[in-house]
């Protein structure tokens, strides 16, 4: 059954959460507690198992706007091991700059953000995290297989090339490219190169994958078919993802928990917890609470975009 709750959530903000305890990480088996409860005492994290990203009151401003306002304020985000998480709101409210922060790539102004037990700095530098971006952006001269294993051999010298291409070889495999090995980019699909770059931060057997808009450029089936592919990732892996996406259906569909962005300052508005037990596939679009909780987002955003909702 799902549970409506209003109040302040995990991250400080006032919203409403939707929770079951059907909707706990696969991946994180150690998981346990009573999801309700921790949603309305705002202690999911400390009560259901270890937090690999928090961040508490960032807020970012990027050099070269002088004195101008920060991007986003006021972030307050606790993301389970293990479980995957959705960033969603309206174009400029930051999705993409809170995403850089995590990676170590834009340092917050203010506030604290801590990845593994360790800075975003510190977390980039022990390779913990992976980066996938809407462009592929393979090296063109480069097959597949070095593709994939090219970022492993610039940034671990001490890994023998034969091991990385091994690496990348089987991630290439597991992302269902292993008849691909020696095609270039260009007789790659998109889809299929967007499988090449994933494969390619997999293959820095990173514990987090951050995703930025992954399958923004993919046609609607394609796109069908990465979300699919993120959920047999996960589910061999188990690893924490983080995924940019203006899709309310592949938020709801991948996702344990979304977070709903607005813009001005850039914020996390509301944070909703999908009620929806995993393994989930096609049929899990066929369950009525995956379209109340699409209902929900999309009120959320539209609100996150400054309109009111329309009355139902
Ligand atoms: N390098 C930069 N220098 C200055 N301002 C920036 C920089 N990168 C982004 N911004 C500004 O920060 C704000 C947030 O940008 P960001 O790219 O994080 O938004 P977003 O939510 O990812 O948008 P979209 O959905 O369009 O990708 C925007 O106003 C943008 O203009
Ligand atoms: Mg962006």
Same mark, same amino acid.
């Given at each position: 059954m799902i549970e409506r709750v209003m109040g302040r959530n995990e991250n400080g903000s006032e919203g409403i959460r939707q929770v079951n305890a %059907? *909707? #706990? @990480?696969? !991946?994180?088996?150690?998981l346990s507690g009573n999801p309700t409860e921790n949603a309305t005492t705002g202690r999911q994290a400390e009560k259901t198992g270890p937090a690999m990203i928090t961040a508490q009151n960032i807020a970012i401003s990027y050099p070269g706007? =002088?004195?101008? @306002? %920060?991007?986003?304020?006021d972030i307050n985000l606790s993301i389970r091991d293990g479980s995957i998480v959705s960033l969603i709101g309206p174009s400029g409210c930051g999705k993409s700059t809170l995403l850089k922060a995590i990676a170590g790539l834009v340092p917050p102004a203010k506030g604290r953000m801590d990845i593994a037990g360790v800075t975003p700095q510190e977390a980039a530098q022990r390779r913990l995290v992976g980066l996938v971006f809407? #462009? !592929?952006?393979?090296? @063109?001269? =480069?097959t597949a297989l070095d593709n994939a294993a090219f970022l492993l051999q610039v940034s671990d010298k001490s890994i023998p090339a034969n091991e990385a291409r091994e690496r990348a070889a089987e991630n290439l495999r597991l992302v269902g490219l292993g008849e691909a090995l020696t095609k270039l980019p260009s007789q790659l699909s998109g889809g299929m190169r967007q499988r090449a770059s994933i494969a390619r931060a997999l293959t820095l057997n990173p514990q987090i994958l951050l995703m930025d808009e992954?399958?923004? !450029?993919? &046609?609607a089936i394609t796109r069908e078919e990465m979300s699919y592919l993120i959920l047999d990732i996960w589910e061999r892996t188990g690893k924490t993802i983080v995924l940019v996406t203006h899709s309310i259906d592949e938020a709801v569909l991948l996702s344990h928990e979304v977070h709903v962005m607005g813009v =001005?300052?850039?914020?996390?508005?509301c944070s909703i917890t999908v009620p929806l037990a995993f393994p989930?596939? *096609?049929? *899990?679009?066929? &369950? @009525?609470r995956f379209r109340e909780t699409e209902i929900l987002l999309r009120d959320r955003l539209i609100e996150s975009h400054g309109r009111p909702r329309q009355a139902s």
């Open positions: %059907a *909707s #706990e @990480p696969a !991946a994180n088996r150690t706007v =002088k004195n101008g @306002p %920060a991007v986003i304020q809407q #462009e !592929a952006n393979l090296l @063109p001269w =480069k992954p399958f923004g !450029a993919l &046609d =001005k300052p850039g914020r996390i508005v989930r596939n *096609s049929q *899990s679009f066929a &369950d @009525p």
